[in-house]
DNA sequence: CCCGTACCGATACGCTCGCATCGGAAAAAG
DNA sequence: CTTTTTCCGATGCGAGCGTATCGGTACGGG
């Protein structure tokens, strides 16, 4: 057998490329040639990778996504001995990617949210990520209601109203309507009304 | 004097091509020879209206943004006998471009959005609208406080809630992970959440 | 040693983009 | 009717895009 590449490391290396770009110029700031430009390899071997463009910014989008909970998913293991209150708190702080060193992820998911709207493939994808994310929040604030802070609470809709708002928060902090500062005190606001009173009729 | 042309009747033509356009296909997808076709005049009565193209997408998030203020405002004076806590749930229901008939809008502003991430001019546009709103809910809040419902809150950390919950919602349903339903209950659960009890520590 | 094969990099192609240019049409003034 | 001034629509241009192709290259097995 002839010389072998490790393709998933390209495959990687690719997709980070893409990120540095979206971050940059937005996603139609991103060309074969470019990335393949900040992936040091040459455009027929991006080619080779991925077959389409289209394919590429996929897998691209699957592995922002996947990184975001991931992140999320160690934030919670890193801190295990605290109530499922707090860690829901520490949850719904990553996801919003509020904080300066996140805002390169906050800019690439925005990009691929708004390319979502008008193509439903990368809506799929783009579903996956928020379905993991909704259902780990709802299980935290069942544990939590469980625990005995926020009883009577609907954990699905609690959960929906936190993802929504985290994401709103990390739009408008990303053109400047909020600071970094006011996202946060709504976020904790919101979270701390959440346990203080079930909510619903 | 020579042959007049109506200027401004023309603008507003041209951004409702671009409105149209991005709708169909994201920002990307509008080119200046797609708005010509679409606007019902030649490629050069495009350029001579706008010198260019970024000169013309900010003159139609202008006017986006300005239609959206417009129609919640209109919402609020044409139900004027109602408390201010209904007049806010309505404008809320508004401003979160949930509903069918609103999708357009939505998807329109969402690209816009994107867009502003990595273009400093357009964000300061967004913003504009952003404060208009912002400002118009803690009017009502405080207003709905002084009348007795929902006293003892924040106001403009309400309104900057409200906000961000209507535009991570906006987002939300429009790349199909919450059903138009699913957003109109997390909105009236938020809002009825926020009568009930004063938030803060 | 060498040969077959998997990979690579360069180049070409067809297309579309934003923008500039220019001859002519149309309308008010005389 | 002629002139003058404003506007319009067609065409051209250079650049950049995604994609296809092909000769060269290097490596592993015989």
Redesign the pocket.
Known sequence: ?????D?EE?RRRIADAVCALTEEGGLE??????VAVRAA?????V???F????EMLLFAVEAVGGRITARVRARLTASPAQSAATALGHAAGEVALVRAEHRAEARIWLAFLAQAAVSPPLAGHLRTGYAALQGLFARLIEEAAAGGTGAGLDPEREARTLLALADGLTAQVLVGHLTERAAEEVLDAQLARMWAGPSGP
């Open positions: 057998m002839p010389r072998q590449v393709q390209r700031g991103v060309t074969l040639r470019d390899i040459s455009l027929g071997a080619q080779r990778c077959r389409t463009k289209e």
